[in-house]
């Protein structure tokens, strides 16, 4: 069977070897790739179902708990676009996030940041016929990593998206605008200007609710000349 969901090869990807993100140096591949033909399995299924799965969306982060989640509360919503900017309706978009002190709940993250037990970081919604997406959560705060010295990730929220089959999966980071840790992010900067600032979303007022939280944009553009920066 032909692939029916070709990826485009573009600069605006960012390439499998980095050596500035160490662990790329022994993770990428360093033979030619092996094309594996998708198989019906993976092209079809499994279709409108995908709530079955995994069950509904949890579209509200900050309250998964008895108590709030601690930290600056946002919204971030969008669109999930084709490469004609058409929406693209029930798509999963899996969500995972350090909490507002810059920690995941994951047996190996264990540097000296606060848990905060009314909050997981764990979130899943699914766009809607105009392609439109919406969750609240709270900023992930920065955080240290191993890669150089002195390393820190800008706040950022991952991001999975599945379309009708498990060979539509793609993933991305989506991160805030003026944050000064960007520009020293080896795995951000994995993408080149300008297509990284594809990656960061936009603070909007108009998103933004009185009383209650920040708002922020971020479209997503599965494919094409605008296509969103998605992860090898
Ligand atoms: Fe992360």
Not at 20 to 31: H, K, N
Not at 146 to 166: E, K
Request: proline share 10%.
């Amino acid at each position: 069977m032909a692939d029916i969901y070709n990826r485009e090869d573009e600069k605006a990807q960012p390439p499998t070897l980095f050596p500035a993100y160490a662990s790329t140096v022994r993770r990428a591949p360093a033979q030619a790739l092996i094309r594996i033909p998708q198989t019906i399995t993976e092209t079809s299924g499994p279709a409108d179902c995908w709530e079955d799965l995994m069950g509904g969306a949890m579209a509200d982060m900050t309250k998964q708990h008895a108590g709030e989640a601690l930290g600056q509360r946002i919204i971030v919503t969008g669109r999930v676009l084709d490469e004609n900017a058409k929406p693209v309706p029930n798509t999963v978009i899996e969500i995972w996030q350090a909490n507002a002190a810059g920690r995941y709940v994951h047996a190996r993250d264990d540097w000296p940041a606060p848990l905060d037990p009314n909050f997981t970081g764990v979130g899943r919604v699914i766009s809607d016929a105009q392609g439109r997406y919406r969750y609240v959560t709270v900023r992930p705060g920065a955080y240290p990593w191993g890669n150089h010295h002195n390393a820190w990730r800008p706040a950022h929220i991952h991001l999975s998206l599945l379309g009708p089959a498990f060979a539509t999966r793609l993933v991305t980071q989506m991160y805030f605008p003026d944050d000064p840790l960007i520009d020293l992010d080896p795995i951000a900067n994995a993408v080149p200007m300008p297509y990284r600032d594809r990656m960061v979303s936009r603070f909007d007022i108009s998103v933004t609710e009185p009383n209650f939280a920040l708002g922020y944009l971020f479209d997503i553009v599965l494919r094409g000349r605008h296509a969103t920066p998605m992860e090898p």
